[in-house]
């Protein structure tokens, strides 16, 4: 059964700063992984996904990378804005249709 | 080129109340999903439906929870006599086709059970 961890739980920054969220998984054989932000009271807004065979997905100031041999995922969020508060999940897409979720990383970029 | 629609947003029942619970995929997607989030938990895959189908269900409580798609209307998660561990945020999401393809997530209902 695919287990999906997030950390940290939390995270505060001030704005300007890079930073790193964390995402590892126990089962290796993946077709892709995802992340997304969620805002709270909204939805899901898919942000990244980064196939199996690929090492990293970019878009504008959001950077993934996947490493499946060691089931582990980074995402890379360069100069962080107020904007960006919100929370970060990952979710493993394995053999089937079901997506698996961590519990997300929540976080706070201050002013 | 609305997205996923759930509605009620909010919705509040009392113990032993039925919670009725709607979607309405992306215009064109006939493949549904809904998710369970717990209060400082991840998002839990329930089941997964076709068009008048339950395809999967493997992760639907037991008793009290059922889900159906059919073929006019949206899809309906309606759950029988609630119980406060039933108060979560339930998602929907979408497919064009099913297998590895994309899902599109809906703004989620928030059912609050007293």
């Known amino acids: 059964k695919q287990e999906v961890t997030q950390i940290p739980a939390a995270l505060s920054v001030p704005e300007g700063e890079n930073l790193v969220l964390n995402c590892s998984f126990t089962?290796?054989?993946?077709?892709?992984l995802q992340w997304f932000r969620q805002d709270p009271g909204k939805g899901l807004t898919s942000l990244l996904l980064?196939?199996?065979?690929?090492r990293e997905q970019t878009s504008g100031r959001l950077n993934a990378s996947l490493d499946k041999s060691s089931g582990r995922s980074t995402l890379y969020i360069a100069a962080s804005q107020p904007g960006d508060s919100a929370t970060y999940l990952c979710?493993?897409?394995?053999?089937?249709?079901?997506?698996?979720f961590g519990k997300g990383t929540s976080l706070l970029v201050t002013p | 080129n609305a997205g996923v629609m759930q509605n009620p947003r909010h919705l509040v029942r009392r113990r032993g109340q039925e919670a009725r619970l709607r979607c309405s995929p992306v215009k064109g997607h006939s493949h549904v999903y809904w998710y369970r989030q717990l209060p400082e938990e991840g998002l839990k895959f329930m089941v997964y439906?076709?068009?008048?189908?339950?395809?999967?269900e493997s992760g639907m409580p037991k008793e009290r929870f059922s889900a159906e798609f059919p073929k006019e209307g949206p899809s309906i998660l309606r759950i029988q006599q609630v119980v406060r561990g039933d108060s979560a945020a339930y998602f929907c999401a979408s497919s064009a086709t099913g297998g590895l393809d994309t899902q599109y997530f809906g703004p989620g209902t928030r059912l609050t059970v007293l």
């Open positions: 980064i196939q199996s065979s690929q």
């Open positions: 979710a493993v897409r394995d053999s089937g249709y079901a997506l698996n």
């Open positions: 439906l076709q068009k008048e189908n339950i395809i999967d």
């Open positions: 089962d290796s054989a993946i077709y892709n």
